[in-house]
């Protein structure tokens, strides 16, 4: 099952691979990493996603907290959350499938390429991609997935 | 406050003699050379010059386990930081408390593979409970703070301070200014007992009939030996002690069943296995003791204290988790136990030890070896470490290597006290046992310091002897000689057919005691049963020596009991022609 892991880091150098090497230190698996400033330009905020279950989870959580730049961590898809992933796809005009894209996804347009975006959960993403595939987009990217609790939870420190 | 302008090497030195060091060990280079000057203009901290920055990093591995103090070795860049590399990976798997000082290129030079540059932060990450890179030559008291904190709390462990040589530099002078206190926000672990399942943890202890206290390396780390001797007492339980746990409960008390695991008594796994209470305290339940975790303890409940998060549950359900101090969280259980007038199932406890008792008689460790004389016309490793047992009345600090001679140590030298056995049981790093055993001598000049080592292991680190004879360590080496890398051939006996690949020397060893003369010590060879009292005995009463003392033992002796790999703990070998299942 896919699990999305958030984090607060202290924005200092050194501190993204500690975080990474973690993982391939204990053998985890990282599906997706994204890293971004905060507004508070002390922190970055890392979102992660893994295959795993609970208890491998758990001992994921428990370690990336151990770390000493890590100031907070969350197993989001421990309560109900939203997850959100970016994709930009590049299609040649004669292939661009005009029944799946509307205008507000077209984010360029020459006489030749089409780029469009996406925003959607990674599974949705999942299956716009095989139902593009006859299509031959000639690049995919991805942005990785993005999360956010539901409730009233949140991931952010009092200064 | 000492607000003196001082210069990053200056401010490094006397940050340092804030945080109460007076002793360091290193080896210069050049850019270690800033600091290297103002060491030698002061004196507050002493440096002891060692041969190999293994060796330095072992040795104030070693004091920090003998003193419980911070440990703090000092490197040049590239190879001097790689060569720390070893000493790091040990210190972080055994959790002690030690930091790690590493010279580094000019920081315009970083990234452009100049001379003797190596990625030390990037090197050591894994094996480092933290590292800093300084980036100004005023951060350095700041930096000194919190790594000896974060060295020094929680689940103890190695820090690296990775500096660039220009911001040592003497010409550079700035406010010197020591903090205070520390403030970080990323860094809070646990301090003080965790009480919220202590009235859980009492409800088990008060219906258990088969209990068994185990005992790892966190209570040493943690000075809880007093604590956890008294919970024991208290109950009546038996207790195990860990490779790394020995000597926080007395070795020699009748309560205590011997080490558990790989190579642990027979009484002690076979009361792990049919226990229904276990009671981990600063142990981790690692593969050297679970053997197959899915077929142990399956009938017991477990306590677990532990002040990592991390080892709660990480291989062992922990029934009633309590991540706290060991110190305080003993006591708080202690007070909850006396406040509530427990009464344990008193008749079963004694039923209990009762039946460990039986075991022990059946197949425990014989500790009257040495009154049995030569063995086929030879020595008895074992016998060699009963010897050394008697002639030091029990008190002697022993550090190890690693290999049958570690093991053999363990099962047959009582340690009574915390801290009196040091040895690499996580990472398993032969050439642990001499350095070590510098660091140990030096914080205690008047103890005896035994190292207790093997042919094999001696020769990784064996340069130190130079050390030894510069700063007058009288370090008692006992090398149980059985010209093998005896653990590896014990495997190779006993998995692959007798086929000894690379385990032995074709008489390539050294005169061990021409060696030992050589650098200016006493060496002593010992080849016969007879000689082996009457030779310990001279070997500890040289004081003021360092003595090699080289004894020729059965090098057909193997160690057990010995768990027998992917089955529950109670599947051991116990002599070459026994087994228990």
Same mark, same amino acid.
């Given at each position: 099952?896919?699990?999305?892991?958030?984090?607060?880091?202290?924005?200092?150098?050194?501190?993204?691979?500690?975080?990474?090497?973690?993982?391939?230190?204990?053998?985890?698996?990282?599906?997706?990493?994204?890293?971004?400033?905060?507004?508070?330009?002390?922190?970055?905020?890392?979102?992660?996603?893994?295959?795993?279950?609970?208890?491998?989870?758990?001992?994921?959580?428990?370690?990336?907290?151990?770390?000493?730049?890590?100031?907070?961590?969350?197993?989001?898809?421990?309560?109900?959350?939203?997850?959100?992933?970016?994709?930009?796809?590049?299609?040649?005009?004669?292939?661009?499938?005009?029944?799946?894209?509307?205008?507000?996804?077209?984010?360029?347009?020459?006489?030749?390429?089409?780029?469009?975006?996406?925003?959607?959960?990674?599974?949705?993403?999942?299956?716009?991609?095989?139902?593009?595939?006859?299509?031959?987009?000639?690049?995919?990217?991805?942005?990785?997935?993005?999360?956010?609790?539901?409730?009233?939870?949140?991931?952010?420190?009092?200064? | 406050?000492?607000?003196?302008?001082?210069?990053?090497?200056?401010?490094?030195?006397?940050?340092?003699?804030?945080?109460?060091?007076?002793?360091?060990?290193?080896?210069?280079?050049?850019?270690?050379?800033?600091?290297?000057?103002?060491?030698?203009?002061?004196?507050?901290?002493?440096?002891?010059?060692?041969?190999?920055?293994? +060796? !330095?990093?072992? $040795?104030?591995? @070693?004091? *920090?386990? =003998?003193?419980?103090?911070?440990?703090?070795?000092? %490197?040049? &860049? /590239?190879? +001097? !930081?790689?060569? $720390?590399?070893? @000493?790091? *990976?040990? =210190?972080?798997?055994?959790?002690?408390?030690?930091? %790690?000082? &590493? /010279?580094?290129?000019?920081?315009?030079?970083?990234?452009?593979?100049?001379?003797?540059?190596?990625?030390?932060?990037?090197?050591?990450?894994?094996?480092?409970?933290?590292?800093?890179?300084?980036?100004?030559?005023?951060?350095?008291?700041?930096?000194?703070?919190?790594?000896?904190?974060?060295?020094?709390?929680?689940?103890?462990?190695?820090?690296?301070?990775?500096?660039?040589?220009?911001?040592?530099?003497?010409?550079?002078?700035?406010?010197?200014?020591?903090?205070?206190?520390?403030?970080?926000?990323?860094?809070?672990?646990?301090?003080?007992?965790?009480?919220?399942?202590?009235?859980?943890?009492?409800?088990?202890?008060?219906?258990?009939?088969?209990?068994?206290?185990?005992?790892?390396?966190?209570?040493?780390?943690?000075?809880?030996?007093?604590?956890?001797?008294?919970?024991?007492?208290?109950?009546?339980?038996?207790?195990?002690?860990?490779?790394?746990?020995?000597?926080?409960?007395?070795?020699?008390?009748?309560?205590?069943?011997?080490?558990?695991?790989?190579?642990?008594?027979?009484?002690?796994?076979?009361?792990?296995?049919?226990?229904?209470?276990?009671?981990?305290?600063?142990?981790?339940?690692?593969?050297?003791?679970?053997?197959?975790?899915?077929?142990?303890?399956?009938?017991?409940?477990?306590?677990?204290?532990?002040?990592?998060?991390?080892?709660?549950?990480?291989?062992?359900?922990?029934?009633?988790?309590?991540?706290?101090?060991?110190?305080?969280?003993?006591?708080?259980?202690?007070?909850?136990?006396?406040?509530?007038?427990?009464?344990?199932?008193?008749?079963?406890?004694?039923?209990?030890?009762?039946?460990?008792?039986?075991?022990?008689?059946?197949?425990?460790?014989?500790?009257?070896?040495?009154?049995?004389?030569?063995?086929?016309?030879?020595?008895?490793?074992?016998?060699?470490?009963?010897?050394?047992?008697?002639?030091?009345?029990?008190?002697?600090?022993?550090?190890?290597?690693?290999?049958?001679?570690?093991?053999?140590?363990?099962?047959?030298?009582?340690?009574?006290?915390?801290?009196?056995?040091?040895?690499?049981?996580?990472?398993?790093?032969?050439?642990?046992?001499?350095?070590?055993?510098?660091?140990?001598?030096?914080?205690?000049?008047?103890?005896?310091?035994?190292?207790?080592?093997?042919?094999?292991?001696?020769?990784?680190?064996?340069?130190?002897?130079?050390?030894?004879?510069?700063?007058?360590?009288?370090?008692?080496?006992?090398?149980?000689?059985?010209?093998?890398?005896?653990?590896?051939?014990?495997?190779?006996?006993?998995?692959?057919?007798?086929?000894?690949?690379?385990?032995?020397?074709?008489?390539?060893?050294?005169?061990?005691?021409?060696?030992?003369?050589?650098?200016?010590?006493?060496?002593?060879?010992?080849?016969?049963?007879?000689?082996?009292?009457?030779?310990?005995?001279?070997?500890?009463?040289?004081?003021?020596?360092?003595?090699?003392?080289?004894?020729?033992?059965?090098?057909?002796?193997?160690?057990?009991?010995?768990?027998?790999?992917?089955?529950?703990?109670?599947?051991?070998?116990?002599?070459?022609?026994?087994?228990?299942?």
């Amino acid at each position: 099952m896919k699990r999305v892991i958030a984090l607060l880091m202290e924005n200092q150098p050194g501190a993204l691979s500690r975080v990474v090497g973690l993982f391939s230190q204990r053998g985890y698996n990282i599906e997706t990493l994204v890293v971004a400033p905060t507004n508070d330009a002390t922190l970055s905020r890392l979102t992660m996603s893994t295959e795993g279950d609970e208890k491998v989870v758990e001992q994921i959580t428990k370690q990336l907290d151990k770390l000493i730049d890590v100031v907070m961590v969350t197993n989001l898809s421990e309560s109900e959350f939203v997850e959100r992933e970016l994709m930009l796809i590049k299609f040649t005009k004669d292939s661009f499938p005009e029944n799946v894209f509307d205008e507000t996804n077209i984010v360029s347009e020459d006489n030749e390429i089409i780029n469009v975006q996406v925003v959607g959960t990674s599974l949705e993403l999942d299956k716009l991609i095989s139902e593009i595939d006859a299509n031959n987009p000639l690049e995919i990217v991805r942005s990785g997935s993005l999360g956010i609790s539901s409730d009233e939870k949140t991931l952010t420190i009092e200064n | 406050m000492d607000k003196s302008n001082k210069s990053g090497a200056e401010a490094l030195i006397h940050s340092l003699h804030l945080e109460g060091v007076d002793l360091m060990f290193g080896y210069p280079g050049g850019a270690a050379l800033h600091i290297y000057d103002a060491i030698f203009n002061q004196n507050y901290v002493d440096h002891i010059l060692v041969r190999h920055e293994q +060796g !330095a990093v072992h $040795a104030a591995d @070693g004091y *920090a386990r =003998a003193t419980g103090k911070p440990g703090v070795a000092l %490197v040049t &860049s /590239g190879p +001097g !930081a790689t060569n $720390a590399i070893t @000493g790091l *990976a040990t =210190a972080y798997m055994d959790s002690t408390p030690i930091v %790690v000082i &590493s /010279g580094q290129v000019k920081s315009n030079l970083i990234g452009t593979d100049s001379f003797q540059e190596t990625d030390m932060i990037g090197v050591s990450r894994p094996i480092v409970k933290h590292s800093f890179l300084v980036q100004r030559a005023e951060d350095i008291p700041d930096i000194v703070k919190k790594a000896f904190h974060i060295a020094t709390t929680g689940r103890k462990g190695p820090v690296v301070i990775d500096i660039p040589k220009d911001f040592t530099d003497p010409e550079y002078k700035f406010e010197f200014n020591y903090p205070s206190e520390i403030n970080m926000r990323s860094y809070n672990p646990p301090e003080g007992a965790d009480t919220s399942s202590i009235k859980e943890a009492a409800d088990l202890i008060a219906t258990a009939k088969r209990p068994v206290i185990y005992s790892g390396g966190g209570v040493n780390q943690n000075n809880a030996s007093e604590e956890l001797t008294a919970l024991a007492k208290l109950l009546n339980f038996p207790v195990t002690n860990t490779l790394m746990g020995l000597g926080a409960f007395p070795g020699s008390d009748p309560q205590f069943i011997g080490m558990l695991g790989m190579h642990g008594t027979y009484q002690a796994n076979m009361a792990m296995h049919n226990a229904d209470l276990i009671i981990a305290v600063g142990a981790r339940f690692d593969d050297r003791i679970t053997n197959d975790p899915k077929q142990f303890a399956l009938s017991a409940k477990k306590i677990h204290i532990d002040v990592d998060p991390a080892s709660v549950s990480k291989i062992i359900h922990a029934d009633i988790p309590i991540v706290g101090s060991a110190k305080e969280s003993l006591t708080a259980l202690i007070e909850e136990l006396k406040c509530r007038d427990l009464k344990t199932n008193e008749s079963d406890i004694s039923e209990w030890n009762e039946q460990i008792k039986n075991w022990r008689d059946a197949h425990g460790l014989n500790h009257s070896l040495l009154e049995m004389g030569a063995q086929n016309g030879k020595i008895l490793p074992q016998q060699v470490i009963q010897s050394l047992y008697k002639e030091t009345n029990g008190e002697a600090f022993v550090t190890s290597d690693v290999g049958q001679h570690q093991m053999f140590a363990a099962q047959y030298y009582h340690f009574d006290k915390p801290r009196q056995w040091i040895n690499s049981g996580g990472l398993g790093t032969m050439g642990f046992g001499l350095p070590s055993a510098m660091g140990v001598q030096l914080a205690y000049p008047e103890s005896i310091v035994s190292c207790v080592t093997g042919e094999g292991s001696i020769q990784m680190c064996i340069q130190e002897l130079s050390t030894c004879l510069q700063y007058g360590l009288p370090i008692k080496i006992i090398n149980l000689n059985n010209a093998a890398l005896g653990m590896v051939k014990q495997w190779q006996d006993m998995q692959y057919g007798g086929r000894h690949s690379s385990s032995t020397y074709e008489n390539s060893l050294p005169d061990f005691v021409a060696l030992t003369e050589s650098y200016g010590h006493v060496g002593i060879k010992v080849s016969k049963f007879d000689e082996l009292e009457s030779s310990m005995k001279e070997c500890i009463s040289l004081k003021d020596k360092l003595v090699f003392l080289d004894v020729d033992v059965d090098p057909n002796e193997h160690v057990y009991p010995m768990l027998e790999a992917g089955n529950a703990m109670d599947h051991m070998r116990l002599s070459k022609d026994e087994k228990t299942w």
